[in-house]
């Protein structure tokens, strides 16, 4: 009876026996193993990169169907662009103020 035979999505060999992994390039080649692999990459990004408060607060003001929550968000959105005009607005007289 053939053992299972799994390609190395890496160099392409194809890998015969229960090893997990790549006879040529010793990467991983068990499915069960690269998607543990992968949600452990996506579980350690996450938590060096945890979405900030403010990300939190939209996203779940976001998924609201309450109106005034969505007025709220519309006006959050308006808000902050605004704040961003009057931004560029302050660095472009700053810098176009001599001296
Ligand atoms: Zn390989």
Same mark, same amino acid.
């Given at each position: 009876m053939d053992s299972v035979s799994r390609k190395c999505q890496h160099c392409g060999t194809w890998n015969? =026996?229960?090893s997990s992994?790549?006879?040529t390039c010793q /990467?991983?080649?068990d499915p069960i193993a690269i998607? /543990? /692999?992968e949600d452990e990459v996506r579980r350690i990004q996450r938590e060096n990169n $945890? $979405? =900030?408060w403010l990300d939190k607060v939209i996203n779940r003001l976001k998924a609201s169907r309450n109106p005034f929550v969505q007025v709220f968000v519309m006006m959050l959105r308006a808000a902050w662009f605004v704040y961003w005009v009057i931004l560029s607005f302050i660095i472009w007289l700053v810098a176009a103020t001599p001296g």
């Open positions: 015969t =026996g229960d992994h790549c006879i /990467q991983l080649i998607r /543990q /692999q $945890p $979405p =900030g």
